[in-house]
């Protein structure tokens, strides 16, 4: 009894979890922790520390849309705190892989689940972090749901990063020797002249081909169904999945067996009502029991991946550069065209209704932000970041935005100002230095600083920088 008890126990806390996250990738607080270190030295009000915290929240709340696969190459300047967020989609059954790759040491990447009122989450919830010297995080989806990664490096480090996020099936695909170009039906399909749904999805081989276990799981039933034929169920316990193979030619385990993923656990065949069908293995997926059909797809199928084209501007992030013209600037990126290898002719998928996120069937989740704005020409702009298919720009109050290459200009005018200009830090303002008769500075653009105090145009300075290399602003 007391057995049951426990296992009932596991189970519902098993039912209970939205994501299911490793050991090496379970949520860390050390942001949190270097945070209120930070505030405990009074460094969080200073203009550095108040600068680093607003990038973060920032990244957190106002996060680049982006959908898997992307890859990203990018640059945090140590004298400028910045964070970068990505937003994006996650199916149930698919696994997020993110891998980060860098010389800095020090810096947070953690993973969050977007606030759901579906969910029950008032705010993000952080469900994975990377681990100190690792440069990976992965997470499987229970549920489909948005999530954002958050990457930051500590106060007053930076340097170069690239970042990928990729998906893949969570499930080991369950016919030996094919692939899912041989899933000729798919869940949702008409059953019995429309008085049912076929709940689970056909593969089709040679009589006797290897039927293999999807995942780590108990054996949970062995027998024969009228419709099923000789069937053998699978309980995948962490994912509280239940997985039913059907119309087997042979069953090859026994009721409590122990399987890993890749076991071979029958062949298959056409028995109980595929008799009239060539030989194939209908499997379903089932979640938290039998009454909760979901679609395998997601769990056995792999999405499209393809090689990114080089970066725009790679060579030259960290540059600053003009907008060539007024421009509108994006905080999304459109979704990578990849051909599909395999396309999932579920019929739910496109139903009325249930499609809102490039068909994924997502419900979007507002943002607190705008995801467009514009900004005049001649805005100075700092290139943090580069895919193949746009560039990312800072500007000078820490906003970032996307762009693509032609809307900007490369920013080397030198330019003779008045003895006596006053230099300003753009962060907090104070004189950096007053030039001297004849100075000659680079004029990197314009900007509108709303913290700096300009008395004819308030808020809008010139940006330039000095031979040391330091930005500042001076205003007209």
Do not use: K
């Not at 800095?104 to 606030?115: C, G, S």
């Amino acid at each position: 009894m007391r057995f049951v008890l426990i296992a009932m126990a596991v189970l519902a806390f098993a039912a209970c979890r939205q994501e299911i996250v490793e050991e090496q990738f379970e949520p860390l607080d050390t942001y949190d922790r270097y945070r209120d270190a930070l505030e405990r030295l009074d460094l969080i009000d200073s203009v550095m520390g108040s600068a680093w915290d607003e990038a973060g929240r920032r990244a957190l709340n106002s996060p680049t849309s982006v959908e898997a696969p992307i890859e990203e190459v990018l640059y945090f300047d140590p004298h400028h705190p910045d964070a970068v967020g990505y937003r994006f989609p996650l199916r149930r059954g698919r696994r997020v892989v993110i891998e980060i790759e860098t010389e800095t040491a020090r810096y947070f990447a953690d993973l969050y689940r977007v606030a759901d009122d579906d969910a029950g989450d008032e705010a993000p919830v952080l469900v994975a972090s990377r681990s100190e010297g690792a440069g990976r995080i992965e997470l499987e989806a229970r549920r489909d749901r948005f999530y954002v990664l958050r990457v930051q490096p500590e106060l007053l480090r930076g340097g170069r990063f690239r970042i990928r996020i990729t998906t893949e099936a969570s499930l080991a695909f369950p016919v030996q020797d094919t692939g899912p170009e041989s899933i000729l039906s798919f869940y949702g399909d008409s059953r019995g002249g429309g008085t049912r749904i076929h709940e689970g999805v056909d593969i089709f081989a040679p009589r006797g081909t290897p039927l293999l276990a999807a995942s780590d799981a108990v054996v949970y039933r062995v027998g024969e169904r009228d419709r099923g034929g000789n069937i053998v169920s699978l309980r995948d316990e962490e994912r509280d999945l239940l997985l039913y193979y059907a119309h087997l030619d042979e069953q090859l385990v026994t009721q409590g067996q122990r399987v890993s993923a890749g076991d071979v656990i029958g062949t298959v065949g056409n028995t109980g009502n595929a008799i009239h069908t060539p030989p194939h293995l209908h499997i379903g997926v089932y979640q938290g029991g039998w009454r909760n059909a979901v679609d395998p797809w997601e769990y056995i199928v792999d999405p499209p991946v393809t090689d990114p084209s080089p970066p725009d501007l790679e060579n030259r992030i960290g540059e600053w550069f003009l907008l060539a013209s007024d421009s509108t600037m994006e905080r999304a990126v459109p979704p990578p065209i990849v051909p599909p290898r395999y396309v999932n002719r579920n019929p739910f998928l496109y139903a009325p209704g249930t499609a809102a996120v490039s068909e994924l069937g997502l419900r979007e989740t507002p943002t607190p932000e705008p995801a467009t704005t514009v900004l005049p020409a001649e805005t100075a702009v700092q290139v943090v970041g580069s895919s193949s298919d746009h560039v990312r720009v800072r500007t000078l109050p820490g906003e970032t935005w996307l762009v693509t290459a032609d809307m900007l200009v490369p920013a080397e005018e030198s330019r003779t100002l008045p003895g006596g200009t006053v230099v300003r830090d753009s962060l907090s303002g104070d004189i950096i230095t007053e030039l001297a008769d004849d100075s000659s500075v680079t004029v990197l653009g314009t900007a509108t600083i709303p913290r700096v105090e300009a008395a004819s145009n308030p808020g809008h300075v010139t940006v330039v920088s000095l031979d040391s290399g330091r930005i500042g602003v001076v205003t007209p």
